[in-house]
């Protein structure tokens, strides 16, 4: 017998529209962790900047600087002039911005190129979720943002792997990979149709939900919170990982784009299940499982340096991470009125980016203080705290 998780899922795959946000999908994890594998070659590259041990390291978070500082602003651009036209613009200029590493000569003006690609991907993930709210409702939607999840990880398996490769030659030749997102531009340009609004966009303006509940509002900045913090801490695994490899002797870009890809692939095949699971166990329990599961991860690490711990503890927290990712933004939605999902996607957004950006300000330090085993194993207490609230809050609903 065939069940309604696996009818929603097949009509989600036949329809274009979301196989066009799908593929878009794919592009916001390209954005930051795609080039993680050049790292180490392009801190050798430009070791003649003061300053390159820093700038190199914030290369995979600049992007998520402007996304934070400029989410919120596009989420009202995207419910004023519509979602189409950013997305499509976003589109184009994550081409040209994320490609431009090939030949810019130094770290500040890549730098600046990051940041201009974190506008690109603001445009992209505001408009993405103010369409998905907008044209699904339902299983439908809960399924499309678990399979949203499962995109980005598999997108970013491959362009990992890919950076991984050609960063061996050159760590130059890994911004190259950003050109593939061309591809995605002629199915999204026929696709994806401006949707009606519930409100018209001159009145919309006016009716600001101002007879939401207040609890709504703050559950709405707990999310936001606790989304943060969670970007925060799972971002240790671009910024810190090659590095941390290097320290125990693995020398090999191509290493490290093997042990993201495997976190990328054990995420991506779990969010496959994410509705399954999700109906059985509720959100808190998608909580209290997901953080368990990247504590466990952190806490390989620290058991490390056989490389199969490694792997093990990457697989763990990419599985961990894309099982609470898709529920931020199905409570968002949730909480949403229709007019106001563009704000709410910019804020769902840039709370993603604040928590990436600050990741490595938060963790170099502790990495100079503490260690890499030190800095694991603090994550691995914060985690484990979130899981065990999340799943008291599941016991206490039972009663």
Do not use: K
């Not at 700038?55 to 009202?76: D, E, F, K, M, Y």
């Not at 991907?121 to 103010?130: D, G, N, R, S």
């Not at 496959?272 to 991860?297: K, P």
């Amino acid at each position: 017998m065939t069940s309604v998780v696996d009818v929603t899922e097949t009509r989600v795959w036949r329809d274009s529209r979301a196989v066009a946000l799908l593929m878009a999908a794919t592009l916001t994890v390209m954005a930051n962790a795609t080039i993680s594998p050049a790292l180490p070659g392009l801190q050798h590259l430009f070791a003649d900047d003061p300053h390159a041990a820093m700038l190199t390291r914030l290369l995979v978070p600049a992007p998520s600087l402007s996304i934070a500082l400029l989410a919120p602003l596009t989420g009202l651009a995207v419910d004023r002039f519509g979602r189409r036209f950013l997305l499509l613009t976003g589109i184009l200029l994550f081409v040209v911005s994320g490609s431009a590493g090939l030949y810019l000569p130094d770290l500040p003006t890549i730098f600046m190129s990051r940041m201009i690609l974190g506008v690109a991907v603001a445009f992209i993930m505001t408009a993405q979720t103010a369409l998905i709210g907008d044209y699904f409702t339902g299983e439908t939607r809960s399924a499309l943002t678990g399979l949203q999840i499962s995109a980005r990880n598999f997108g970013g398996l491959v362009f990992i792997l890919l950076a991984g490769s050609v960063a061996a030659i050159s760590p130059r030749l890994a911004f190259g990979v950003y050109g593939l997102a061309v591809l995605v531009l002629p199915l999204t340009w026929m696709a994806i149709v401006e949707p009606r609004r519930t409100l018209p966009i001159r009145q919309a303006g006016h009716e600001t939900g101002t007879g939401e509940p207040v609890r709504r509002r703050l559950l709405f900045m707990g999310l936001m919170a606790v989304q943060s913090l969670t970007n925060m801490i799972f971002f240790i695994m671009p910024t810190q990982l090659p590095f941390f490899l290097d320290a125990r002797g693995y020398h090999s870009a191509t290493l490290t784009g093997m042990t993201l890809s495997i976190l990328m692939l054990a995420g991506g095949c779990l969010a496959l299940l994410y509705t399954r699971i999700q109906r059985t166990i509720g959100y808190a329990g998608v909580f209290a499982f997901g953080y368990a599961a990247m504590a466990i991860g952190f806490l390989l690490l620290v058991l490390s340096p056989p490389l199969f711990l490694t792997f093990a503890g990457a697989a763990s927290i990419g599985a961990g991470y894309a099982f609470v990712s898709p529920t931020f933004v199905t409570i968002t939605l949730n909480l949403a009125p229709s007019h106001r999902r563009g704000v709410a996607g910019g804020i769902l957004t840039a709370s993603v980016f604040i928590g990436q950006f600050c990741s490595p300000l938060l963790s170099t330090p502790a990495v100079s203080g503490f260690g890499y085993d030190g800095l694991f194993f603090g994550a691995v207490v914060v985690l484990t705290i979130m899981a065990i609230a999340a799943l008291s809050s599941t016991v206490m609903r039972s009663r």
